[in-house]
């Protein structure tokens, strides 16, 4: 199988980053780390419970073996939160943890969140011809099975927390009222997975812009406000969940809003 522009090696201070891109319809970027003692997974896709499926969604499992990144040998699962398109792949299709020696990792407040089973997405005119009425109804279910399907490997932290040595957790709330962002530094190089905080990168020019699916508009709004702010300050790399693969930039100030300007090295896509 070859992998061509669906997983991109680069590096942050001593840790070999690679960015694997789960679906081929719509941009889904996920991150493996590897610091030298762990290897470090943030959010795992889509996984198989789309109906009808789909042979262009749900592709981190196939792509990390055909990196030679071996399952098994995941150490941490971080979960930016808990929607369905980050959290499914945590699973096999047996009901099994898809990383059988990973610690997985979600927030306190993301899964008090999700463990009151909330009407995540309702149809409705707004989402017409983006979800479907059963697509909605996966986003409300999938989640919490997911969730009590890793029980016994579950860690809740509350943001600020270190994770690993160079791994620290977020507050990024807004989207999900656990949401989190994660911070990654080695030496003196960083960068942040800011999950959903950010889709189509031409939006942030737009200061009043919100996802469609945000739980809470103006939380994420002041939350975009506050860590992109603080990106541009400190030129830190971005990467970001639905912007397009690699999903890596950065961020500088344009007007009231943001502008986006996309990573741009001479590391080659696998």
């Avoid at 011809?129 to 986003?139: D, I, K, R, V, Y």
């Avoid at 600020?160 to 949401?179: D, F, N, V």
Wanted: negative net charge; hydrophobic residues 40%; glycine residues 8%.
């Amino acid at each position: 199988m070859t992998i061509e522009n669906v997983a991109f090696r680069f590096e942050i201070g001593n840790f070999n980053c690679m960015v694997i891109r789960d679906a081929d319809d719509g941009n889904r970027n996920t991150l493996l780390i590897q610091t030298g003692q762990q290897q470090i997974l943030i959010d795992t896709g889509i996984g198989h419970d789309l109906f009808p499926p789909s042979p262009h969604l749900g592709l981190l499992m196939d792509r990390l073996l055909a990196a030679g990144i071996v399952p098994a040998e995941i150490d941490l699962v971080l979960l930016s939160h808990a929607d369905f398109d980050h959290i499914c792949g945590a699973v096999d299709q047996s009901g099994h943890p898809a990383f059988p020696s990973a610690r997985y990792i979600v927030s306190r407040e993301e899964y008090g969140y999700w463990s009151a089973r909330p009407k995540r997405l309702i149809p409705s005119a707004k989402f017409a011809g983006f979800l479907t009425e059963n697509l909605c109804q996966l986003c409300c279910d999938l989640p919490p099975k997911r969730l009590a399907q890793l029980n016994n490997r579950l860690e809740l932290i509350d943001p600020g927390s270190e994770i690993a040595p160079g791994i620290r957790a977020i507050a990024a709330p807004g989207h999900t009222p656990g949401h989190m962002a994660i911070n990654i530094s080695s030496g003196d190089e960083q960068m942040r997975f800011v999950g959903d905080l950010i889709y189509d990168p031409d939006d942030i020019g737009n200061i009043e812009w919100h996802s469609a699916v945000d739980v809470d508009p103006a939380q994420a709004a002041a939350t975009r406000e506050q860590l992109l702010g603080q990106a541009a300050s400190d030129q830190t790399l971005l990467i970001a969940y639905h912007a397009p693969f690699p999903g890596l930039g950065y961020v500088s100030r344009q007007g009231l809003g943001w502008k986006w300007t996309a990573y741009k090295s001479d590391t080659d896509f696998l």
